[in-house]
């Protein structure tokens, strides 16, 4: 599948890594932001667990954790497609992609990664140290990001999100494929957002919702980007059980990168087609 | 022509302009109402695992979302001209032909675009507010159509304040604020719930700094006809919307102020 | 009583400074300096209803300041304005209602909108009576030619045509007076014609009193009477072209294409001021040396095919005189 050597796909990595760093003020009032609508949720959901009946198999601490976590790594939600690319199709460069001596998947999957992870670095590590460390200073104890279960379980988040980084390229390519397709120059995202927000976890914790919908959430590939990982974090999904997950999350991640690389010589020829 | 036949003129204008391209304004509105409809089954959601919020019930918190939502929309549809204020109008200079028409300038502002794709919240709001109505045993009168439709009102005029306080930034400094996103959009997030259920200071904040709980808290409290949790007296709760509209007049007046600047300054 | 009276207008711009360096920006967090800019200096004048005025000076002299000013977007550091009885600033939207300003490099009509749907939203704004809309409307569209225009959005248009339509919005309400920034630029030479040519029908057939800003010195000469000099913020003239003339009176030019190469010509009494190939120009004073002295000079040692004597054009005019006053640009 890969052409020999990866020398112009960690190239390209790292000029797209390198110019999302530049959007440090843009950051840090999307820092802000997030604070404030983490904030907001975690307090809606302290009072549900507070004021009110029923039960959860997460524990209110546990749920805060789920929200502030997801917060931090915000910027890996395949939420949004590349701008380059919308660019790339309207002023017709879209064309010069055939030209590189790449497999053009790759190299669109390449540019997702670091675009991805681009963004999250800068946002995640000031709001995981607040949320953890400052907030335990400062008193506000009772709705800090909580620390790991245990080194096993630390290991483990680890390695289920890198798989989140490739599921996220993996999906975000998928875009960023469809914004050739779609006549706007748009892309799906404006139906698959809401998806992506609600069947991740971003809304609310997965393991909040009806009982009965919790195998068929578990299992639905979007479970993969926040749900599975932050759960192993608390070894909420532990041993047998997280890597049960994670193997999940890789199977998605593979039926995602094989569906775009089929997809992706369809949508060259599409280019070439239109004339770029 | 007054100034409400001017703005129906400007918003006719803009859905001609936006009619030209009738699939990605369907699409986009689609796109909003499924992305904003998932909050509200997320709380569905919680209800049904936690039972109740305190006192609060699904049905009661409806109301709550779907008036927020619906006044929120609103104000987002009409509030595109003093988004884009600082980089479309201060940056480039277009301001001084908004000076040279005989009108008031947030009038005009008010009349660059109609957003039609908010349509998408409304009408989830609208939906929201229909679930809660049937499902509320509540004897709809006049006073509770009146003080729904002031909290509509007031909740319009509230968060247009917040948009155009951001947008009087952009006279004294260049650089982009969006600060007033948390406010709005965190506005919206907040007040979905009974804004009862926050601690003391973030309730204090969104009363006397920011007057969200006056447009979005108290009518509702009103129409719901129980005793108000934090304990504001009766006349209190059908007054609040006005708080709505007194926030827009203070945002006006520092509109006026930035105005001046600018014209003191030039460009 | 004139129509627009200026008295020792005064306007000062406070401008932070750039600190140099990084530790300099760094500085600049903390403090800005500011340095004074003395855009207009104590300017005075007064025009009477239905004059035509050229406003021309150099770039940064002062020009856009003293029309934003009378405009009424722009508020002065000190001295008196008054247009038709209001204060432009203060009383702000009576006074915009009686203006129409046109910026040449700016569109105000509405991007995607059709041109008369433009017209119509401008009736709303500025109220006006459908009967005298519609007749004005009519008048301009047949005036500047712009009927098959109409149902045209505006980023179709190309920019003669765009600047037609412009000049027509800005009229739409019957101002009493039209403020001009620049309105030929970037015209093709037809187009430049019958915009001068409508320019001068409006002033002269319907009285309105026009301000003209401009670098192009064509408009000036056919239509400015009266001209503003402005160069650092003052005012270096304000008369008429004709009364520039006669101030330098002698000054004339004589263009000579001769028969043969002539190489680095030289002749008493004038100064070459351009060669191309065989056609030479010369300046002299005709006070000085007269014209045929000079010209017998020439033919003593060389043979003419043609000759012509010309007075200084409109633009060596202002050159020389801009130069004069050290008002040359910044």
Redesign the interface.
């Known amino acids: 599948m890969r052409d020999a050597g990866t020398g112009p796909y960690r190239a390209i990595f790292a000029a797209r890594f390198l110019m999302m760093l530049q959007y440090r003020a843009a950051a840090l009032a999307g820092i802000a932001t997030q604070f404030w609508f983490g904030g907001i949720m975690v307090m809606a959901l302290s009072a549900f667990y507070t004021e009110g009946g029923g039960s959860a198999s997460i524990t209110r601490a546990e749920a805060i954790t789920y929200i502030w976590l997801g917060q931090a790594f915000l910027g890996l939600l395949p939420w949004n497609v590349d701008p380059e690319i919308a660019v790339m199709m309207r002023t017709g460069n879209v064309a010069y992609e055939r030209l590189r001596p790449v497999d053009t998947y790759f190299y669109w999957f390449a540019r997702a990664m670091a675009w991805r992870t681009a963004a999250t670095l800068l946002r995640a590590i000031p709001l995981l140290l607040v949320t953890s460390v400052v907030f335990d200073w400062v008193g506000l104890g009772a709705w800090s990001l909580q620390p790991p279960q245990s080194g096993t379980a630390l290991a483990l988040f680890l390695l289920s999100m890198v798989a989140v980084v490739l599921l996220s390229s993996a999906l975000t390519t998928l875009l960023n494929i469809s914004v050739v397709w779609t006549i706007s120059g748009q892309g799906i995202n404006v139906f698959t957002n809401s998806l992506v927000l609600i069947l991740s976890g971003m809304v609310i914790p997965l393991p909040l919702f009806p009982d009965w919908a919790h195998l068929m959430l578990l299992l639905q590939p979007l479970a993969g980007l926040v749900d599975i990982p932050y759960r192993i974090y608390f070894a909420h999904l532990s041993g047998a059980e997280a890597i049960a997950g994670i193997a999940l999350q890789i199977f998605w991640t593979m039926l995602f990168i094989g569906l775009g690389h089929l997809c992706m010589t369809r949508t060259m020829r599409r280019i070439q087609i239109q004339g770029g | 022509?007054g100034a409400l036949?001017?703005y129906g003129?400007?918003a006719m204008?803009s859905i001609?302009?936006q009619l030209?391209?009738p699939?990605?304004f369907v699409?986009?509105t689609?796109?909003q109402f499924?992305?904003t409809?998932?909050?509200f089954?997320?709380i569905a959601?919680?209800f049904?695992?936690?039972?109740?919020?305190?006192e609060w019930t699904l049905a009661q918190v409806a109301l709550f979302y779907g008036t927020v939502n619906i006044a929120f929309a609103v104000a987002d549809m009409i509030s595109r001209g003093f988004d884009v204020f600082g980089p479309l109008f201060v940056k480039t200079g277009?301001f001084?032909?908004l000076?040279?028409?005989?009108?008031?300038t947030p009038l005009?502002l008010l009349g660059y675009e109609l957003r039609l794709m908010r349509l998408g919240r409304l009408l989830q709001g609208v939906l929201v507010l229909a679930i809660a109505v049937s499902r509320l045993d509540l004897a709809w009168g006049l006073a509770e159509t009146a003080l729904l439709l002031a909290a509509v009102a007031g909740g319009v005029a509230f968060f247009l304040g917040l948009v155009v306080l951001q947008a009087t930034l952009a006279f004294w400094t260049v650089?982009s604020?969006?600060?007033a996103?948390?406010l709005t959009?965190?506005g919206v997030?907040?007040a979905q719930?009974p804004l009862e259920?926050?601690?003391n200071w973030?309730r204090q904040f969104f009363t006397f700094v920011v007057p969200l709980s006056c447009v979005a808290y108290f009518p509702i409290v009103g129409i719901l006809g129980i005793d108000d949790p934090l304990g504001a007296p009766r006349w209190f709760l059908y007054l609040s919307p006005l708080f709505g509209f007194v926030f827009l007049a203070m945002a006006l007046i520092a509109w006026r102020l930035g105005e001046?600047r600018y014209?003191?300054?030039?460009s | 009583m004139p129509q627009i009276a200026v008295q020792d207008l005064s306007k000062t711009y406070r401008v932070a400074e750039r600190r140099r360096g990084l530790i300099g920006a760094g500085r600049g967090l903390f403090s800005r300096t500011h340095r004074a800019v003395e855009a207009l200096k104590g300017v005075s004048f007064a025009l009477d209803r239905g004059e035509l005025v050229g406003i021309i000076g150099p770039n940064g002299a002062g020009k856009s300041t003293l029309i934003k000013i009378l405009c009424g977007i722009l508020m002065p550091s000190s001295g008196h304005c008054e247009v038709d009885g209001l204060v432009p600033w203060d009383q702000r939207i009576r006074h915009v209602a009686r203006i129409g300003v046109v910026f040449g490099q700016r569109t105000q009509l509405w991007w995607d909108l059709p041109v008369i749907d433009s017209f119509e939203l401008l009736r709303d704004i500025y109220r006006v009576p459908e009967v005298s809309f519609r007749a004005t409307a009519e008048t301009l569209i047949s005036l500047l030619r712009i009927d098959q225009l109409l149902h045209r959005p505006v980023r179709q248009l190309s920019l003669g045509q765009r600047m037609r339509c412009d000049i027509a919005a800005a009229l739409l309400h019957s101002p009493s007076i039209l403020f001009l920034d620049e309105p030929t630029i970037g015209l093709d030479a037809n187009s430049k014609l019958a915009l001068r040519d409508f320019i001068k029908h409006l002033n002269r057939h319907n009285g309105v009193t026009v301000i003209l800003a401009t670098h192009d010195m064509q408009d000036i000469g056919a239509l400015a009477e009266r001209v503003l000099i402005i160069g650092h913020g003052r005012i270096l003239r304000d008369g008429s072209i004709a009364a520039m003339r006669a101030d330098t009176p002698g000054q004339r030019r004589l263009v000579i294409d001769f028969s043969e190469d002539v190489g680095d010509i030289t002749v008493e009494g004038a100064t070459v001021l351009s060669r191309t190939g065989r056609r030479v120009a010369f300046a002299f004073d005709s006070r000085v040396t007269a014209a045929h002295t000079l010209i017998g000079r020439l033919t003593a040692d060389h043979d003419i095919a043609e000759l012509s004597i010309e007075e200084p054009t409109i633009e060596e005019l202002i050159a020389d005189f801009y130069a004069s006053h050290g008002a040359v640009e910044a």
């Open positions: 022509m036949g001017l003129r400007y204008a001609k302009g030209n391209y699939a990605s699409l986009l689609i796109g499924l992305s409809i998932v909050e089954i997320g959601a919680l049904s695992r936690f039972q109740s919020l305190g277009e001084d032909r000076l040279l028409r005989p009108r008031a005009q650089e604020l969006e600060v996103n948390t959009y965190g997030a907040a719930y259920i926050y601690h973030f001046r014209a003191s300054t030039g």
